[in-house]
């Protein structure tokens, strides 16, 4: 079979059976052509769509939840409905110890407060935090650190600042790090200047402190404004969530089904959501973009039978000078493939092409709706291995049709 693919007489007479009607074997062609076009286009604007969705959350932990106190709903053991739930240090630890699958659970504070900087101020949002929201909401530094433990043993007065406060409170090129900020009167030496993310599950915060200074400076004792839970890879957050919550109303003395007692924000369930129609898309893209080559495929097969019709004397010459029936299918076979593969190439080529276009006009920049779209080698090799596959198929039944005319009725044929 390989050697018979080698000879020169078998792609003479590829090129000479294709070569009687360019035209109608260009056409036949296009099917398969949009068909791969499709295929390719589709799956790296998909993975396009996946790139800059997971750059925009890649420093942050997405199997995680917010969760903060509101006003009760309902009245419970002689508290009365409307009773406004403030979250303690000591409702973190107890659920780090007692909800199944809980990996940190990160205290925060906030506030809305005057920051001066010689005559330059502001009102931006302040966070009192620990280090642990590092690694869960990965900030990405510009210039110095994030706060330490050792900021927060000492209660001192440091502060991470985004770059939008330093636009507007530094002149140009200014170093900012070791200079004094003032938050509310008190001066803060800066330590961090961090980039704003594009996008944040949480609230937007201007600037960190330590979570301990917060709390001397704003006198918040115990309390916390929300807390933080992001769970191990393979809990489900949806329901660390629900046993979290029902552990703080049982603390705080909030009746079980009292809904209106915490606010939330899922943001495992969001991500989960995203994940989903990607995964969906990926799959519609394989379906159609399959869908479509099968039908490219089927045209390819509808001309060959045609051909064949066009070819009923020659064949029966062939068979009555010896060809077997054998080598009439591998010869119709053999045209079905060499079509189908010189559409899927250009098809490829062509889908390689508008992707290096998508990437030019909307996969440049920190905004970018498409990063990288691109396709795996893997994918074009299963491409491949489908056309081959669908080309062979498709050829033996115009070859089957061939092989069926007997040779005296073949070379009585007109």
Same mark, same amino acid.
């Given at each position: 079979?390989?050697?018979?693919?080698?000879?020169?007489?078998?792609?003479?007479?590829?090129?000479?059976?294709?070569?009687?009607?360019?035209?109608?074997?260009?056409?036949?062609?296009?099917?398969?052509?949009?068909? +791969?076009?499709?295929?390719?286009?589709?799956?790296?604007?998909?993975?396009?769509? #996946?790139?800059? $969705?997971?750059?925009?959350?890649?420093?942050?932990?997405?199997?995680?939840?917010? *969760?903060?106190?509101?006003?009760?709903?309902?009245?419970?053991? =002689?508290?009365?409905?409307?009773?406004?739930?403030?979250?303690?240090?000591?409702? @973190?630890?107890?659920?780090?110890?007692?909800?199944? =699958?809980?990996?940190?659970?990160?205290?925060?504070?906030?506030?809305?407060?005057?920051?001066?900087?010689?005559?330059?101020?502001?009102?931006?949002?302040?966070? /009192?935090?620990?280090?642990?929201?590092?690694?869960? #909401?990965?900030?990405?530094?510009?210039? =110095?650190?994030?706060?330490?433990?050792?900021?927060?043993?000492?209660?001192?007065?440091? !502060?991470?600042?985004?770059?939008?406060?330093?636009?507007?409170?530094?002149?140009?090129?200014?170093?900012? +790090?070791?200079?004094?900020?003032?938050?509310?009167?008190?001066?803060?030496?800066?330590?961090?200047?961090?980039?704003?993310?594009?996008?944040?599950?949480?609230?937007?915060?201007?600037?960190?402190?330590?979570?301990?200074?917060?709390?001397?400076?704003?006198?918040?004792?115990?309390?916390?404004?929300?807390?933080?839970? @992001?769970?191990?890879?393979?809990?489900?957050?949806?329901?660390?969530?629900?046993? !979290?919550?029902?552990?703080?109303?049982? *603390?705080?003395?909030?009746?079980?089904?009292?809904?209106?007692?915490?606010?939330? %924000?899922?943001?495992?369930?969001? $991500?989960?959501?995203?994940?989903?129609?990607?995964?969906?898309?990926?799959?519609?893209?394989?379906?159609?973009?399959? !869908?479509?080559?099968?039908?490219?495929?089927?045209? +390819?097969?509808?001309?060959?039978?045609? @051909?064949?019709?066009?070819?009923?004397?020659?064949?029966?010459?062939?068979?009555?000078? =010896?060809?077997?029936?054998?080598?009439?299918?591998?010869?119709?076979?053999? #045209?079905?493939? $060499?079509?189908?593969?010189?559409?899927?190439?250009?098809?490829?080529?062509?889908?390689?092409? +508008?992707?290096?276009?998508?990437?030019?006009?909307?996969?440049? /920049? %920190?905004?970018?709706?498409?990063?990288? %779209?691109?396709?795996?080698?893997?994918?074009?090799?299963?491409?491949?291995?489908?056309?081959?596959?669908?080309?062979? *198929?498709?050829?033996?039944?115009?070859?089957?049709?061939?092989?069926?005319?007997?040779?005296?009725?073949?070379?009585?044929?007109?």
């Amino acid at each position: 079979m390989f050697r018979f693919l080698l000879e020169r007489d078998t792609w003479q007479e590829v090129f000479d059976s294709l070569s009687k009607n360019k035209l109608r074997s260009i056409l036949t062609m296009v099917g398969v052509w949009w068909g +791969i076009l499709l295929l390719i286009g589709l799956l790296g604007s998909a993975r396009g769509l #996946e790139n800059s $969705f997971n750059r925009l959350f890649g420093d942050f932990a997405t199997n995680s939840v917010f *969760l903060w106190g509101e006003k009760t709903g309902m009245p419970f053991k =002689g508290f009365q409905e409307g009773r406004r739930v403030r979250l303690s240090l000591s409702d @973190t630890r107890k659920v780090a110890e007692n909800v199944d =699958g809980v990996e940190f659970v990160v205290p925060r504070n906030q506030n809305q407060s005057l920051v001066v900087r010689n005559f330059l101020s502001g009102s931006f949002s302040i966070a /009192g935090d620990y280090p642990l929201l590092d690694q869960v #909401e990965k900030k990405k530094l510009i210039h =110095g650190r994030f706060i330490n433990q050792s900021d927060i043993d000492d209660r001192k007065k440091v !502060a991470v600042i985004s770059d939008e406060i330093y636009k507007q409170i530094f002149q140009k090129d200014e170093e900012a +790090i070791g200079e004094y900020i003032q938050i509310n009167s008190i001066n803060y030496k800066v330590v961090g200047l961090f980039e704003v993310p594009n996008i944040s599950m949480g609230p937007s915060i201007d600037i960190h402190i330590p979570f301990t200074t917060f709390q001397q400076v704003y006198n918040e004792g115990d309390q916390i404004g929300w807390m933080m839970i @992001t769970g191990k890879p393979e809990y489900d957050i949806v329901q660390i969530e629900e046993d !979290a919550t029902l552990l703080l109303k049982n *603390l705080n003395k909030i009746h079980p089904e009292d809904n209106r007692a915490f606010g939330s %924000a899922n943001a495992g369930k969001q $991500f989960g959501k995203v994940t989903g129609f990607l995964t969906g898309m990926q799959f519609l893209t394989w379906f159609v973009g399959i !869908a479509t080559l099968i039908a490219g495929v089927f045209a +390819i097969g509808n001309i060959l039978l045609i @051909t064949v019709k066009e070819r009923t004397k020659e064949i029966g010459v062939r068979r009555a000078l =010896g060809a077997t029936p054998f080598e009439i299918k591998r010869q119709i076979v053999v #045209e079905a493939v $060499f079509l189908t593969l010189v559409a899927g190439m250009f098809g490829i080529i062509s889908g390689g092409l +508008i992707l290096i276009i998508l990437d030019h006009l909307f996969g440049q /920049g %920190a905004d970018a709706a498409l990063v990288n %779209a691109s396709v795996s080698i893997a994918v074009v090799f299963i491409a491949l291995i489908i056309l081959v596959i669908l080309g062979t *198929l498709i050829g033996l039944i115009p070859a089957t049709k061939a092989t069926s005319i007997k040779p005296i009725e073949a070379l009585r044929e007109e």
